[in-house]
């Protein structure tokens, strides 16, 4: 069997190319270890164009918006599901910080994304140690464990997901093509998350990975339709249920939940929560981060047969979109454009 592309892994990276080369009449199988767990699974999902520590866009934020929402609304209409829901996000602030956000949203040109005025809150559920709130009218929240599973199952109707892992040893390179056992395409892309650190092709690569972990908890007596972010982000995901979180480590990259985690999120988040809550689970994943916090893309200089679309990191709802059309483009012929601070070569210039 012959087809244009082998992509490995079916996390939010495979899924977004996946997509975009359907788009564009290209053939592919996607490899994807259903045992193993996903880090896209754990995530809240949420999109945030604003940096809040420096009260500045998002990194591309204004390129990679307009797409994001675009590309979840044509997915959306393409499976017949729902996915991504538009939403307002409140942050706490203090008076100091309130004057940032006001004097910033002007200077920075943050007007698109948020309310230039903070306002004081007439809402009880919030302990009151915080005097004012910020109001970003342009987030979002992606339910990324249904968006994945759903167009797993397209791709398995459509027969162009093999549910096994990978193995690089049984790949062979030939001058036109790559093969994998009985299997040949003309290049093979990886977007494989976190695994990508044990893969022999890629060791130039700094990859800087964290853990994060987070709670679902069941409050019954809170109902929001924004995202709140304090200490904690919470997010909800169906009536009465949040996800909360969300925790920093980068020593030990595992997907073992762990008690200090657990926690820290519930210390932040009675800090500001009134109401009583039962939690639900509690989950673990790590985050594909490279060292400049950058996603990487691209094929590799030394052999063009092999490509790679990762690192989206925590921001990957917002930017993965945009880079899988940007990839796409790039291995469909239509454009010979990558963004050099993205590119899979900026690891590979010569010193």
């Known amino acids: 069997m012959k087809v244009d592309f082998f992509i490995v892994g079916q996390g939010l990276a495979g ?15 996607v490899f994807d270890d259903l045992t193993h767990p996903k880090a896209s699974y754990v995530a809240a999902g949420i999109v945030n164009p604003v940096v809040f520590r420096r009260m500045t866009k998002s990194w591309m934020a204004d390129d990679a918006f307009p797409v994001m929402e675009n590309t979840y609304f044509q997915i959306e209409l393409m499976l017949k ?33 948020l309310l230039p005025e903070p306002f004081k809150s007439d809402v009880n559920e919030f302990q009151h140690q915080y005097s004012k709130f910020g109001l970003v009218n342009k987030a979002g929240r992606l339910d990324m464990q249904k968006f994945i599973d759903a167009f797993g199952k397209y791709l398995i109707q459509n027969q162009k997901l093999k549910p096994e892992k990978f193995d690089c040893n049984k790949l062979r390179f030939f001058n036109e093509s790559v093969n994998y056992e009985n299997l040949q395409a003309k290049k093979v892309i990886f977007c494989d998350g976190p695994s990508v650190s044990g893969n022999p092709f890629f060791r130039a690569i700094k990859f800087k990975h964290s853990k994060g972990e987070v709670l679902d908890l069941e409050i019954p007596m809170f109902k929001t339709d924004r995202t709140i972010n304090g200490d904690v982000f919470i997010v909800s995901v169906s009536e009465h249920q949040f996800r909360v979180g969300a925790t920093y480590c980068w020593n030990e990259l595992d997907f073992e939940p762990t008690q200090s985690a657990r926690n820290e999120i519930i210390s932040k988040f009675k800090s500001f929560m009134q109401y009583e809550y039962r939690v639900l689970s509690h989950k673990a994943g790590i985050r594909p981060t490279t060292h400049d916090r950058k996603p990487v893309i691209g094929l590799l200089p030394d052999n063009p047969q092999i490509g790679i679309f990762n690192g989206l990191g925590s921001k990957g709802v917002l930017l993965g979109p945009y880079f899988a059309r940007q990839l796409a483009e790039f291995l469909a012929n239509e454009s010979t454009f990558i963004d050099p601070e993205v590119d899979v070569r900026r690891y590979y210039k010569r010193q």
Request: hydrophobic share 40%.
């Open 15 to 29: 899924t977004l190319l996946s997509y975009e080369l359907i788009k564009r009449n290209k053939s592919f199988i």
């Open 81 to 113: 599901e729902k996915f991504y829901y538009p939403m307002q996000m409140i942050k706490f602030l203090s008076e100091e910080i309130a004057k940032l956000w006001k004097d910033k949203s002007f200077a920075n040109e943050l007007g698109t994304y």
